[in-house]
Each structure stands twice: as C-alpha cells, then as structure tokens.
C-alpha cells in the first residue's frame, strides 16, 4: 500500500545562478523521486529531505558544467522514522575550469531501524583545470540499517574512445556518445525531449 | 593495397617492430604467425592507429594514401578494419545505436544519406544472423556481459556491416570454442571478396582451416623471419617456432 503522498518532480536549471532551496517533508508511506538536471550557470542547490515511516525517495542529480561554471549540490536526506529507502544518484561532467561542489548527507535517527539508504557521486573531468570536490557523509544513530554510499572521479576511456573511433565514428562523437553512456543511467529518467536536447546541446559546447 | 616499407615501430620506448615489410594485394589472405610478444599485436594497432604507439620510421601506404597520416576513423572511412583481440566493453552505448553512429559515417564520408531506421535494422539483422547473433544483442550495451566468444562473433557482426576493403583479425580465434571459432571462421571466409583483403593474426593454425591464407608470415622480434604458403601452418603446429628463429 503507498501513501496519498507522491510527488516527481524534474528540477531543469539552464544557465541558472543564485541559491535555490528545496524542501520537501515526505509523510508516512509517501514516495518522492526528484530528478536535478543543472547545466552550468552558477548554481547553489539547497536540497533538504525529511522522511517519514516507510517511505520511498529516489534522487538523481546530473549537472554538466563549463567556461567558469560552478554548479553546487547541498543534499541532506533525513531518516526520520522506521523502513524507509532512500537513493541518490549523481553525476555530472566538467570541462575548461568548471567547478562543481557536492555535499551529500545521509542522516538516519535514532529509532529509524531498517533503513536503506544509498548515494553514490561520480564525476568525469575532462582536463586537468576542471574541479570536483566531493563530500559524502554518512550520519547513523541506529543500528538496523543498511547504508552505503560512493565517490568517483574520472577521465573518459581510452579504449573506448578508440574502439569507437576505429569504427568510423569521429573523434569528436565519440566522446558525445561516451558522455551520453556516462550519463545513461540518469538521462533514462528523463522523458521531456526538451531537457534530453539541452542536455546534448551542452554537451556539443564542451 | 598495402604496402608496409621498412616499419619502425616502439611502445613507451621499447623498439617492438624492426624492419617490417609487407605486400598485401586484393584478393589475398595473409597470416601473420609468430610467438607471443613477437609484435603481431603491435602491428595491428601501428595499422589502425592506434595512439601510445610511435612509428619510428618506414611507410605504410593503403592505396596509394599515407596511412599512418590518418586518424583512427578516417582509416576505417578508407577501409580499414580491425578485429579486436580484447574487443572493448561500453556500458550506456547500445550495440544498435553504436553501428547505426558508425554506419551512417561512413555512408556520409561516401556522399550517401543516412539509412531510414527501418532499412537500417533490416541490415543490423541481416547482417546479425550471419554470425548467428541473436537480436536481443541489438538493445544490449557493446559487449556487455557478452562471453568471449560473443564479442568475437560481435567483431566479425561489425565486419559485416562496415565491408572493409582491408581487414585486421587480431588473435580473433583466442578464446572461442568450436562452434564460435567455425561461426566466425565462416563469417570472415563469407565476407572475402575479389576486392577486398584480410590479415590474419593469429597463434594457431585451427583458425586458418576455415580462413585458408595465401600467405603466412612468420613474425619474430620485429621481423617477419620466413614467408611461405598455407602449408607453412602445419608445420608450426608440428614443430613450433623454434626451428624457424634459431
């Protein structure tokens, strides 16, 4: 049985700056699934979640910045009651001197036994001048609980890179569509066209 | 169509060809045997341009043209073609939306239009049930969690789409049993033409039953060190290598 509570909500931010904050207080038994699309700009996202019993939260976040771009995510995911699950799933590319900061929380109370709580962040840069900082915590005060989360920072495959090229396909493709692979598994949550084509405009600019 | 002169060849500084040559005419099947770490490999990739290895020196023309000159994708606009020995896996990029990225290149280097989505998959299965590859495969990332001798049969799949005019079949018989290494043995044999050519690299002669050379080359330290017919792989299989390079 789920709650009368359920909410999905794709965030899209192009070129967007300023400080932007996001609430959200899930009640008992109520599902939240929140997709972040934030391409450049420079853009501080406060991101605040409170869960409730037996509730459902997926968030994926996929920000790809340029230029001088600085692109933020301050995320706080809050077990607040028993049997919750929670994901959280973000990745973004950076080129030229890009910066992006991405602060992730996972809180599990006192009494929230038999939570399951994930995040994962994963970066690909693509020179040497692009940052990533990285900061994922974890913050349990119960005992019954799975919880794991994950940090990565990377370059593009060279071995991809070539077998694609050693097909015909462009240089320049080629890492388009080792980008888009890089992104798969967010941009699959995305329906609207409009947002998957901005997200392959911005990727065309890098 | 390839004319391999004097190729020099290193990788992170260690000298791995020394004196390379090579006719290769259309029509021919050559095979190139040799021990391992003998350069077969090194060979391969210095052909289809590959980036950490450094021609020291000698030429490689493929009709006419500077080979080593091109970039990785315009030697496969030419015609060139390279059967992996590792063929490598790309999580996020479907088998279907990699050939179709690739085919379509190749038809507008030509001057063609890209193929409508429905004649394009019309090929893709065409071609798909040629090396007996099921259609589920399309949807499927490159190579992802295929057995090894399904990425072998995939190389051989993209060999028939692209129609090279040259192709480099890297150790393709490593790591196949029986029926895959008579599916791809087949395959290649299928796909030979008066007009196009095939370089077989290769340890063991098993391969060469199916793809009967005109020509084997024995390659040791660098060099190719006998030359002689297809009955020169028996021999090897026979006797090994060591009567050749002592």
């Avoid at chain 1, 940090?151 to 090229?165: C, M, N, P, Q, S």
């Avoid at chain 2, 020196?57 to 009709?63: H, M, Y």
Wanted: aromatic content about 8%.
């Amino acid at each position: 049985m789920t709650g009368l509570y359920h909410k999905e909500e794709v965030i899209f931010q192009n070129s967007r700056s300023g400080k932007i904050e996001f609430n959200y207080d899930v009640p008992e038994d109520g599902e939240l699934k929140l997709v972040f699309v934030s391409l450049g700009g420079e853009v501080y996202n406060r991101i605040r979640i409170k869960l409730g019993k037996r509730c459902d939260c997926t968030v994926y976040g996929l920000y790809i910045g340029n230029k001088e771009e600085k692109i933020s995510f301050d995320i706080v995911v809050e077990h607040q009651d028993p049997e919750s699950h929670s994901r959280q799933l973000f990745k973004g590319i950076l080129g030229d001197t890009a910066s992006a900061d991405f602060s992730g929380l996972i809180k599990v109370d006192y009494d929230s036994q038999k939570t399951e709580a994930y995040q994962e962040n994963h970066t690909l840069l693509l020179n040497d001048n692009a940052r990533i900082t990285t900061k994922p915590q974890l913050e349990i005060y119960a005992d019954d609980v799975i919880c794991s989360h994950g940090a990565t920072v990377g370059r593009l495959d060279k071995d991809e890179l070539f077998y694609l090229r050693s097909r015909g396909i462009s240089l320049a493709e080629a890492i388009k569509m080792q980008q888009m692979a890089f992104l798969s598994d967010i941009i699959e949550q995305i329906k609207d066209e409009t947002v998957i084509q901005a997200i392959e405009n911005k990727l065309n600019k890098m | 169509m390839l004319t391999i002169k004097d190729l020099h060849a290193s990788v992170d500084g260690k000298q791995i060809l020394k004196g390379i040559n090579l006719s290769v005419k259309t029509g021919e099947v050559h095979a190139i045997m040799g021990p391992n770490g003998s350069g077969k490999s090194t060979l391969a990739a210095v052909l289809t341009g590959r980036d950490n290895y450094k021609v020291e020196s000698g030429t490689v023309l493929f009709n006419g043209e500077n080979l080593l000159e091109m970039t990785p994708e315009e030697r496969s606009w030419k015609g060139v073609f390279l059967g992996f020995q590792y063929p490598v896996e790309i999580p996020g990029v479907s088998n279907v939306n990699f050939m179709k990225a690739a085919l379509n290149e190749h038809r507008k280097q030509r001057g063609l239009e890209p193929l409508s989505a429905s004649e394009f998959l019309k090929v893709m299965k065409e071609k798909m049930a040629f090396v007996e590859m099921d259609s589920s495969f399309s949807s499927r990332g490159v190579n992802v969690g295929f057995s090894g001798g399904e990425k072998k049969r995939n190389e051989i799949f993209q060999m028939a789409m692209l129609e090279p005019t040259l192709a480099i079949l890297d150790e393709t018989d490593s790591g196949l049993d029986v029926d895959a290494l008579r599916i791809v043995g087949t395959g290649v044999t299928r796909l030979k033409t008066p007009q196009n050519a095939t370089i077989v690299i290769t340890h063991y002669q098993r391969l060469l039953d199916y793809i009967v050379p005109d020509f084997i080359h024995v390659l040791y330290d660098g060099r190719i060190v006998k030359t002689a017919g297809k009955e020169l792989a028996l021999e090897i299989e026979k006797r090994g290598y060591d009567w050749l390079i002592s």
